[in-house]
């Protein structure tokens, strides 16, 4: 059984006086243990399919499987406490808090065992994506913007979630620290078998994916290579 | 990091928005302060002036105590107004509750024999209507209860001597016997005169006269007291007898003289009953009062709780001032922290957007949202406690300075009869002290307390209606 199962996802957007179908039945299913990306033309519906399943919105109609349980039954919020890592593109970090503080939020609010010493736990993660004690105790406004991806990367995996989520992870990066971005995804999956959904632009990134999924706007579904 | 690290942190870390709502909420605990503390001293002025003043009415024979020839009454129905007052007292003093009491007979058809070696000092001979001898009901001097005299030497006069109307005196130790202080067992003249207008002569002329000895008992001196001077013309006397006494002299007049020819007056003074704690006034005052309304001759009743909430009026009115002030504070502090605190989250909007995608639970965020505010504001609070008393205080006595002088001209009228109204309206100030207590503190925490916490449902309004993917996915 897969980890998280996409059946039949419909959704659309008020446009004008109508609605406009971003998803048109859309299915999918990801396994942990592998690395996925989507690619897509702008604005086809991959941020929209990512905020699906990491249940900061709601479907039409269709359903989403986390281990075989619907998430309207374990519930948005608690799916999103336990379940789910999201990275942003814009890593969305807590300005007044330092890099360790922003991993440590997240393992106070899930319910997942989080290992006994939070703040050596926390501060092995950052270690783990590249940050070091000092930056680590550093405010995050004054870390580069890959730091403060990988703290948010960091911060995704510190629930213990079964699945990452990362929509562009690495658009506001140079090539160079793209480049280590994705191979702490890379590893995610294949050492700690994560499942690792992450939405991008580049050929490149998806070239280092286990499966590339497209989503075409003219047929609002996905085509696997 | 669990609820109360996060509240911590965002408090230390988002100094600026932790300072303007302490700033804010200082000011307005400032304000609250000050008039909670000006409303308490209301409330405990009234309780303190009572109880210094203590529990007391007066209750007043209109007739009586101005005497019926001035009146030009009969005698029987004199009489018996003189009868239901004395009734009238009677059934309030043996009331329960009640410290002591006393009314007194005057009657002023009685004098010093001339020509004794006496000498009055002049500036209290005949205190009372130029009634020379000053009856008391109770052998308990109400005088020296109420601390006006203070007794010296010799005896009270006993049981006996009250009921038969013995010619006996408690004499002020001012009078002066062949050249020194009266002392007991000294022995007084007074006589009865019955004069009758002679229109040959045009003069009066003395046809009937009787001769009466009274032996001083007991001494007593006058004493430096601040309410010595309270009830001056009625307190400083030089001679008391029981009141059978007055009433035994005034019937020998009485059969001395013919009615037609009555020249002096019988008279009762305002008869005065004390409770032996100012608890019991009001139901006291409320007997007297449902007494005297269905009686046919005129009785007022006085009573010290009329007195001092007329004397604290000012006060009063600066309480029901500082009441409004308080209620105003209250909401104004709620939409002014209220908008500061909306004005912030607005701000936070992105951080609330990432504690949502990390599945926070609503309640956490709100309550997170909750004891920020109230945290901030609350330590707000506790610094205004201080600072508001000290505030307080200045405020207040200014403001109560000012009232007191100009309704002063109103309490002189109302006051002359009972009670001195500038040594009262000393101790208006004297006893308004504002002190904080308990009371005081926990009523602030309490108001400021639900204050605060009614304006985080701006913030909490605003969070409510956040939608983390709009935040975050853009
Ligand atoms: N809140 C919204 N209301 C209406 N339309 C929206 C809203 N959000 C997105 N859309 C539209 O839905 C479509 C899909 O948007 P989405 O953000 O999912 O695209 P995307 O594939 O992530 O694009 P990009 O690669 O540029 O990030 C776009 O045409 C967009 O204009
Ligand atoms: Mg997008």
């Known amino acids: 059984m897969s980890i998280l199962e996409v059946k039949d996802i419909y959704f659309t957007y008020p446009d004008g006086d109508h609605r406009k179908t971003i998803l048109n039945h859309v299915s999918a299913s990801f396994d942990c243990g592998k690395f996925y990306t989507i690619l897509g033309s702008s604005g086809c519906g991959k941020t929209t399919f990512l905020s699906l399943i990491s249940a900061l919105d709601k479907a039409e109609s269709g359903d989403i499987y986390y281990n075989g349980i619907n998430i309207k039954d374990i519930g948005?919020?608690?799916?999103?406490?336990?379940?789910?890592?999201?990275?942003?593109?814009n890593y969305n970090l807590?300005?007044?808090?330092?890099?360790?503080?922003?991993v440590r939020i997240a393992m106070g609010i899930t319910e997942n065992d989080v290992g006994g010493d939070i703040s050596s736990t926390a501060l092995e993660l950052l270690e783990k994506v590249g940050i070091d004690r000092t930056k680590a105790d550093r405010r995050v406004t004054k870390l580069s913007g890959g730091e403060q991806q990988r703290v948010a990367i960091a911060r995704a995996l510190s629930t213990n979630a079964d699945i990452i989520l990362a929509d562009e992870p690495t658009g506001n990066l140079d090539k160079k620290t793209g480049r280590g971005i994705v191979d702490i995804f890379k590893n995610l999956a294949h050492d700690l078998n994560k499942c690792v959904i992450v939405v991008t632009h580049s050929e490149e990134v998806a070239r280092e994916s286990d499966e590339i999924l497209r989503l075409y706007s003219h047929t609002q579904s996905f085509n696997f290579e | 990091m669990n609820l109360i690290k996060r509240v911590f942190v965002s408090i230390t870390r988002r100094k600026v928005a932790s300072l303007v709502i302490l700033l804010?909420?200082?000011?307005m605990g400032n304000v609250m302060a000050v008039s909670i503390s000006i409303q308490q001293s209301g409330q405990n002025i009234e309780r303190n002036l009572l109880e210094r003043i203590g529990g007391k009415i007066v209750l007043t024979g209109a007739n009586i105590s101005a005497s019926r020839n001035v009146l030009s009454l009969d005698e029987t129905s004199y009489n018996l107004q003189m009868n239901r007052?004395?009734?009238?007292?009677d059934y309030l003093a043996s009331k329960n509750n009640i410290a002591y009491a006393d009314y007194s007979l005057h009657f002023d058809g009685i004098d010093l024999v001339e020509g004794q070696n006496i000498e009055l000092d002049e500036s209290v001979q005949y205190p009372n209507g130029y009634s020379i001898l000053h009856g008391i009901e109770n052998r308990e001097l109400i005088d020296e209860k109420e601390r006006y005299i203070q007794f010296t030497n010799g005896e009270k006069f006993t049981e006996e001597q009250m009921k038969n109307g013995d010619n006996v005196l408690i004499v002020n130790e001012a009078v002066f016997i062949d050249g020194r202080?009266?002392?007991p067992n000294d022995v007084i003249e007074f006589e009865i005169k019955i004069e009758e207008y002679d229109p040959e002569t045009n003069k009066f002329i003395i046809t009937d006269k009787e001769t009466f000895s009274y032996r001083v008992v007991g001494t007593f001196q006058v004493i430096d007291n601040k309410f010595s001077d309270v009830k001056n013309s009625n307190n400083i006397q030089m001679f008391y007898t029981p009141n059978q006494n007055i009433k035994n002299i005034y019937h020998k007049y009485s059969e001395m003289s013919s009615n037609e020819r009555f020249q002096s007056k019988y008279w009762i003074d305002s008869a005065t009953i004390v409770v032996?704690?100012?608890?019991?006034?009001f139901q006291l005052s409320e007997s007297a009062n449902s007494i005297v309304e269905e009686e046919n001759y005129p009785i007022t009743v006085t009573s010290t709780l009329d007195t001092v909430?007329?004397?604290?009026s000012p006060v009063k009115s600066i309480s029901a001032i500082s009441q409004n002030?308080?209620?105003?504070?209250m909401i104004a502090m709620t939409i002014i922290l209220g908008l500061v605190s909306f004005y912030f989250i607005r701000d936070r909007k992105k951080e609330i957007g990432i504690y949502m995608s990390l599945g926070i639970r609503k309640s956490h965020l709100m309550l997170q949202i909750i004891l920020e505010s109230v945290l901030t504001g609350m330590a707000a609070i506790f610094l205004s406690i201080g600072s508001g008393w000290l505030i307080s205080q200045q405020y207040s006595s200014s403001l109560l300075k000012n009232s007191l002088e100009v309704e002063e001209s109103e309490y002189e009228e109302y006051m002359t009869d009972t009670l001195n109204y500038e040594l009262l309206a000393q101790d208006v100030t004297d006893n308004y002290k504002i002190t904080i207590t308990f009371e005081d503190v926990s009523i602030l925490i309490i108001l400021s307390f639900s204050t605060i916490l009614l304006s985080t449902a701006f913030p909490l309004f605003y969070i409510m209606r956040l939608d983390p993917k709009e935040i975050l996915l853009e």
């Open chain 1, 94 to 102: 807590i300005t007044y808090m330092t890099a360790l503080e922003n």
């Open chain 2, 276 to 281: 032996s704690s100012s608890e019991y006034l």
């Open chain 2, 24 to 27: 804010v909420a200082f000011l």
């Open chain 2, 181 to 183: 202080p009266v002392k």
């Open chain 1, 76 to 89: 948005f919020e608690k799916y999103r406490r336990n379940h789910v890592g999201i990275v942003f593109q």
């Open chain 2, 325 to 329: 002030i308080l209620l105003f504070s």
């Open chain 2, 309 to 312: 909430e007329k004397l604290i």
């Open chain 2, 85 to 89: 007052f004395m009734e009238i007292y």
